[in-house]
């Protein structure tokens, strides 16, 4: 079964969003065997060779030959770039079309699904310009780079909270003479992946955060401390983006014996509830997204299910339960 097309144009790009362990992987397969589709990885750390328990990848022996793409495409030494990622996913979109295909994008990671759909121009980078902004960070201290870019993007100045993001705006600031602030995304879907469909899981709060409990001690029970040891060897603590992974970097406190598995457990799990929150937040904010409640014991019995609300959704642009949505996160 396809999905209506406008005159003789491409299939839509099935965007499907939305908070950590709301059920898009397993949506995602359902929607692709319906639709005859494949599916675009936007799930930043699924980038990344070796990293599949802490995650949440789906097995190969679980993706029901549906192909899948940007998944295990980077060492965990090497630095994710959602600009590479970009150029990347807007070339896959149109091969899966050309195959007739429905391309089905998925993911948590709201800059990477922006940077696929919209129009987003991505500043320039100069690695020995970041190099001395580092080192100036580690003999300084924070507040003299901030100090520096209050005086030209007082906006991010005050918003950004990380390090590395404040290296990173005054890099842009410093090669480009403009606010890092006005290379922010507007939604403007990008002409080479319309036309885009976009959809999103939300799920009540409480339920979420069980979910996320138990996701959490199976990813233990499955054997993350001996994924992580396994990664340290190849290097893991080298990459910049990886290392800060999720589960990984708790984990990895394991390893170094301040922590316990039990407490690398709880921290991991308060980390990806906090994790829900912020995605919840970014994902809120699209008016295009239409929203679907997640799988969940009170969706379970009201004559529509989860892949029939979605399939309804990109068909006809309507949820026939929508009076019944869950709680957000």
């Known amino acids: 079964m396809g999905v209506p097309r406008p005159g003789?144009?491409?299939?839509?790009?099935?965007?499907?969003?939305?908070?950590?362990?709301?059920?898009?992987?397993?949506?995602?397969?359902?929607?692709?065997?319906?639709?005859?589709?494949?599916?675009?990885?936007?799930?930043?750390?699924?980038?990344?060779?070796?990293?599949?328990?802490?995650?949440?990848?789906?097995?190969?022996?679980?993706?029901?030959?549906?192909?899948?793409?940007?998944?295990?495409?980077?060492?965990?030494?090497?630095?994710?770039?959602?600009?590479?990622?970009?150029?990347?996913?807007?070339?896959?979109?149109?091969?899966?079309?050309?195959?007739?295909?429905?391309?089905?994008?998925?993911?948590?990671?709201?800059l990477y699904v922006r940077a696929a759909i919209d129009t987003i121009d991505f500043p320039p980078t100069d690695p020995d310009l970041r190099d001395r902004l580092t080192t100036q960070l580690r003999l300084e201290g924070a507040e003299a780079l901030r100090e520096e870019l209050r005086r030209t993007d007082p906006s991010s100045a005050e918003s950004i909270r990380d390090d590395r993001r404040l290296v990173r705006a005054l890099e842009v600031v410093r090669l480009t003479g403009r606010p890092f602030t006005s290379f922010m995304p507007q939604r403007e879907y990008c002409p080479v992946m319309e036309p885009v469909i976009q959809l999103g899981l939300t799920m009540d709060r409480a339920v979420l955060h069980e979910r996320i409990r138990h996701r959490v001690q199976h990813m233990t029970q499955a054997g993350l401390l001996d994924e992580v040891r396994e990664l340290?060897?190849?290097?893991?603590?080298?990459?910049?983006?990886?290392?800060?992974?999720?589960?990984?970097?708790?984990?990895?406190?394991?390893?170094?014996?301040?922590?316990?598995?039990?407490?690398a457990e709880e921290a991991t799990a308060t980390a990806t509830r906090k994790l829900a929150r912020k995605q919840e937040t970014w994902f809120r904010a699209d008016p295009r997204i239409h929203w679907i409640p997640g799988p969940a014991p009170e969706n379970s019995t009201n004559g529509t299910s989860l892949l029939q609300r979605a399939l309804s959704v990109i068909r006809h642009g309507e949820d026939p339960g929508a009076d019944q949505r869950s709680g957000q996160v």
Do not use: C
Request: aromatic letters at 2%; charged letters at 20%.
């Open 8 to 110: 003789d144009g491409p299939p839509p790009l099935v965007v499907l969003s939305g908070a950590t362990a709301t059920g898009k992987s397993d949506l995602a397969i359902s929607l692709a065997e319906h639709l005859d589709g494949e599916i675009v990885n936007a799930d930043a750390m699924q980038l990344y060779r070796g990293m599949d328990i802490g995650t949440a990848k789906v097995p190969p022996a679980e993706q029901r030959e549906i192909p899948h793409h940007q998944i295990d495409v980077l060492d965990v030494t090497q630095e994710a770039s959602v600009a590479h990622y970009q150029r990347s996913t807007r070339e896959l979109v149109p091969q899966i079309r050309a195959r007739g295909r429905t391309p089905i994008l998925v993911g948590g990671s709201g």
């Open 232 to 263: 340290d060897q190849r290097g893991l603590r080298e990459g910049i983006t990886a290392s800060k992974a999720i589960g990984y970097q708790q984990f990895l406190a394991v390893l170094d014996g301040t922590s316990t598995v039990a407490e």
